[in-house]
């Protein structure tokens, strides 16, 4: 019998694979206490560097303006703690001025613009930076624009509001031209105005970039108003996710003071730096949650399995309690006895689960997260580390003092008496119950966002608990009928399982550990499934090419179809919307090509439907010539009301599409009331072709038109003319009235009239669509007003779906052809793209675009949203739950070895028995294999249908992103291939454990172990 006097180190090499066992799981307890706090940080300094990173610099930084200020003043407003994470300031002056252009009494509006480090940091193309006075560095596109010469003088005018104002005038020397050589420069020039006019102001040109004596020179000028700005850069470098709140805070302070001042404001923030931290903090916040949630659980199964372990660390140990209180040592020296061994154990796996907790968190940190991470022991860390020390003694203490508190006579017996199997009962009881309603309270919404991902775990702990109960009669059962047909080593093995303590336990275990990895699994492969669908929606395509919104939309319709002349990888986008309304948008495509360019993540788009918006199979009424003439007979037309003797203003003209795709209307003659006829004759810019899409007859005010007006024997340029049919010009009725066309005797076009006001409906030409046919994904029905390029355009819904790509909820999408057959379409636009699926095909319409004058801008890729969307909060929580499932199958593993460790004597000797009685060493190792191997399978089957389950519901209330898509493409159906191959890899490895774990007691099933149990 072990004596006493053994030290500790011979105790623990006595039972070294108890103590590497306790020493792992002290270890793994550590980690899964300290992964929430590191995982949580890394996360907040990871989503702080990628919203800095992903934002334009000019939102990164703090710019205050004003005119009424100096730059001193300015500069005072930023405190100077806040201060030490920006940069050095940039101070830039500016004043309006009109400047004559060369050989013309025309000026254009420019601004003398005086900035820090000009001539460093801007390219110039000739000449030299101005260094005096008066002189300026014009841009290149202004040079060539606008004919000036360097060396050349200009004539200047100071731009002033007030008429009372008295303009500072003068000259300026050009003395160079310049480039802006990194558009990311804070203090770079506006560019791009050159050749460009303002509304309501005139021609407009880049700014002139001079020297500050200029406009500060000594003495200054009386200038009306210089606006003098600085601003602050950020340094990206040194501020992480705690400094970027407090400046965030800071800033957003003098954002408030400055337009909170009483009176005028005098001072213009322009900054995000506040909504960027107030989004790194609402993304910290929803990431914790979900974070510590899933750490707990890990560190609920370790600790489970850790009081499993030291359980039958001090069971193995009963005969040597028994000496020691025999001794006289009572139960105080017998617990001392157990602690002096086991808690320097459990303190060693403490430290060496604080030390590899960085560095297991710095490898998941370069595997998860899209921007380098630094390591920080945080006081979160530390804490975890001192609660880890004191969870792992008091489990240590509370095993020895449960094992020293046992009764001697009980200690010296060989098998322990069983203690409290009524109270094990009703605490199993009461867990099932309790996971059981946390489960129903799941279902019915009760619990949700990230309590939902305790689902697995509540349920594989309830289903583990009651299936070992049911498991052991079932398995019985099975052993007799194996046994009573002969299948005697099955059946043994069979009998043996559940003849063992631990097998219960090791099925729960197995259990928790496949529902949380196919749990995690699930919520993996869905998230970023959802994720890759909100992307798909977000950018509509693969390739999303952005163009100016001025763009001509005739030269976009004549790129793409050069480009793409079978329309199966190109489309324009054209979107509008009312400003500062809630109305959703119109988006203006080719509905040939989208249904093939276009994603449509959760749904198929119908090529039917699509083609029912496609504008009117007609052909156009082409007019090409310079002069039209005709004859207009009137059959009975009556003027009433109060202006029935204005006949004058009785006419009728002609509406058309110019050769610069302008809508124009031309008046062709007055119409005769009575019966009676009059012949026109008008001019038209037609020499290169015109596009008639429609009649027009206006009438006086306050009166009421009706009869029948013809129009016949026209020419254009003496070579006849028609109108065509009157199924070309469908009858049209509004409130102000009917028109009709019908044939005239002589082949002309008769335009029957009743109208009630001054302005009745224009009859227009079946070319042009009239309304508009259009898909919506909102409430409407029949026809209704919408958003056009320039007004409001008649529509009428012909189908529904259930989303428009890249496009809010409520989007009525329409053919662009058709938009540009009315005589609205012509006109800015809110957004204009160029979507596409193949690489080479942008290539190509990216050079048609050139051709015709046409500047792109950038492209966006689906894979660049989708990478904004991983780098969130919500999917990095999704990523950690994969390592608390892969932790979890690890925890199982450990189960079944720390099972064998502290059984394996016993188990050898069933074995040996065998052995003795002849059974063969092969049939001895299938005796063992499956005495393990049920517990396995019906274990990992079992969690792996509890994992369905709770994916099934508890998915739909988890996050997946931190800001929500305004369109819901969430599909939370079950990845079947990613999670039955997850989960059958983690059976895999635990059947392998199990199997290496049978062999290895099978080998040691030597007789001697019957000689001692004799």
Do not use: K
């Amino acid at each position: 019998m072990p004596t006493t006097r053994r030290t500790g180190s011979r105790r623990v090499r006595h039972r070294l694979r108890q103590a590497l066992a306790l020493v792992a799981l002290a270890a793994l307890l550590t980690t899964s206490a300290c992964l929430g706090p590191l995982y949580q940080r890394a996360a907040e300094q990871a989503l702080a560097t990628s919203v800095l990173t992903h934002a334009p610099p000019a939102d990164r930084a703090l710019r205050l303006t004003s005119s009424e200020r100096s730059a001193a003043d300015l500069e005072r407003l930023l405190p100077a703690r806040t201060a030490r994470s920006f940069a050095s300031p940039i101070v830039a002056r500016g004043v309006p001025v009109d400047v004559d252009l060369p050989g013309s009494d025309d000026s254009v509006l420019t601004r003398l613009y005086a900035v820090d480090e000009a001539c460093a940091r801007l390219e110039v193309v000739s000449g030299r930076c101005p260094a005096a006075p008066g002189e300026v560095l014009v841009s290149t596109a202004d040079i060539e624009l606008n004919g000036w010469t360097v060396g050349g003088r200009a004539s200047f005018a100071e731009a002033v509001d007030a008429d009372e104002a008295q303009p500072v005038t003068g000259e300026l020397t050009v003395v160079g031209t310049y480039r802006v050589r990194d558009a990311e420069w804070l203090g770079a020039p506006s560019t791009g105005r050159a050749g460009t006019e303002i509304p309501d102001i005139g021609p407009a040109t880049d700014d002139w970039v001079t020297a500050p004596e200029t406009i500060t020179g000594d003495p200054a000028p009386a200038w009306d108003a210089v606006a003098t700005s600085v601003v602050w850069a950020l340094d990206v470098d040194t501020v992480d996710h705690d400094s970027l709140l407090r400046v965030g805070a800071a800033v957003d302070r003098i954002r408030v003071d400055a337009l909170d001042s009483s009176g005028s404001v005098d001072v213009l923030p322009v900054t995000d730096l506040p909504g960027m931290a107030e989004r790194v903090a609402a993304g910290s916040d929803q990431g914790r949650t979900t974070i510590v949630v899933l750490a707990s659980q890990l560190l609920v199964l370790v600790a489970v399995v850790l009081w499993m372990v030291l359980a039958a660390a001090t069971g193995d140990r009963r005969a040597e309690l028994a000496l020691v209180r025999l001794r006289g040592r009572g139960r105080r020296g017998a617990a001392a006895y157990l602690l002096s061994e086991l808690a320097p154990l459990a303190l060693a796996g403490v430290a060496l689960g604080a030390l590899a907790a960085p560095f297991g968190t710095g490898l998941v940190a370069r595997v998860v997260f899209p921007v380098p991470v630094d390591h920080e022991l945080t006081d979160g860390f530390l804490l975890a580390v001192a609660g880890a020390a004191l969870a792992v003694l008091g489990v240590v203490l509370v095993a020895a003092r449960r094992a020293a508190r046992e009764p001697v006579e009980s200690l010296l017996r060989a098998v322990p008496p069983s203690h409290g199997g009524r109270r094990g009962g009703a605490v199993e009881l009461a867990v099932t119950v309790f996971c059981l309603s946390a489960v129903v309270a799941l279902v019915t919404g009760n619990l949700e966002g990230p309590l939902a991902t305790l689902a697995p775990t509540l349920l594989a702990v309830a289903v583990g608990l009651l299936l070992g109960r049911a498991v052991v009669p079932a398995t019985r059962w099975a052993a007799r009928r194996l046994l009573r047909h002969g299948r005697a080593v099955v059946g043994a093995g069979l009998l043996s399982s559940v003849r063992r303590p631990a097998a219960r336990s090791v099925l729960v275990m197995v259990v928790v550990a496949t529902a949380l990895v196919t749990f995690c699994l699930d919520a993996l492969v869905t998230g970023q499934h959802n994720r890759q669908g909100a992307a798909e929606q977000l950018n509509g395509a693969r390739y999303s090419l952005r163009l100016a919104p001025e763009t001509d939309l005739d030269d976009l319709l004549e790129a793409v179809r050069a480009a793409d002349p079978e329309r199966e990888h190109l489309t324009p986008v054209v979107t509008t919307t009312n400003n500062g309304s809630a109305t959703p948008p119109t988006v203006a495509v080719d509905p040939v090509a989208l249904p093939r360019v276009a994603f449509f993540p959760g749904s198929a788009p119908d090529p039917a439907q699509w083609a029912g918006i496609a504008a009117p199979d007609v052909e156009p009424l082409d007019l090409t010539g310079a002069t039209l003439s005709g004859t207009v007979t009137s059959q009975s037309v009556r003027l009433r009301g109060p202006a029935h003797e204005r006949v004058d203003e009785l006419r009728i003209a002609l509406r058309y599409v110019g050769p610069d795709h302008r809508s124009l209307v031309e008046p062709l003659s007055v119409i005769a009331t009575g019966d009676g006829s009059a012949s026109f004759a008008v001019s038209l810019p037609c020499a290169d072709g015109c596009t008639l899409t429609g009649l027009q007859v206006t009438a006086p005010v306050g009166g009421r038109t009706e009869g029948t007006v013809v129009l016949h024997g026209l020419t254009v340029d003496g070579l006849p003319f028609a109108l065509g049919t009157p199924d070309d010009w469908p009858r049209v009725s509004d409130i102000g009235g009917t028109l009709t066309a019908a044939a005239a005797a002589d082949g002309g076009l008769a335009v029957t009239i009743s109208a009630e006001t001054a302005s009745p409906p224009v009859l227009t030409h079946a070319w042009v669509p009239q309304p508009v046919h259009a898909l919506v994904s909102g409430d409407e029905t029949g026809e209704f007003l919408a958003p056009g390029p320039n007004g409001q355009i008649a529509l009428t819904a012909t189908g529904r779906v259930a989303q428009v790509p890249g496009s809010p909820p409520g989007t009525r999408v329409v053919d662009l052809e058709s938009i540009q057959r009315r005589p609205e379409a012509r006109g800015g636009t809110d957004l204009v793209e160029v979507w596409s699926d193949d690489a080479d095909a942008l290539r190509r319409v990216r050079t048609a675009l050139r051709d015709r004058g046409v500047a792109a801008a950038d492209v966006t890729t689906v894979g660049q949203v989708r990478a904004e969307l991983d780098a969130s909060p919500a999917a990095w929580s999704l990523a950690l739950s994969v390592l608390v499932g892969l932790l979890a199958v690890l925890v199982a593993t450990l189960v079944l070895l720390v099972t064998t460790a502290t059984t394996w004597r016993a188990r050898a000797g069933d074995l040996a028995a065998l052995r003795m009685a002849g059974l063969r060493p092969r049939l001895l190792r299938r005796v063992e294999l499956f005495g393990q191997l049920p517990v396995v399978v019906v274990g990992a089957v079992a969690g792996t249908a509890c994992g369905l389950g709770a994916g099934v519901l508890a998915l739909p209330g988890v996050r997946q992103f931190t800001d929500p898509p305004a369109v819901d493409t969430t599909d939370f159906s079950t990845p079947w291939s990613a999670v039955l191959t997850g989960a059958s890899v983690a059976l895999l490895v635990l059947v392998a454990v199990a199997s290496a774990a049978a062999r290895w007691v099978a080998r040691r099933a030597v007789l001697e172990l019957v000689e001692e149990s004799v």
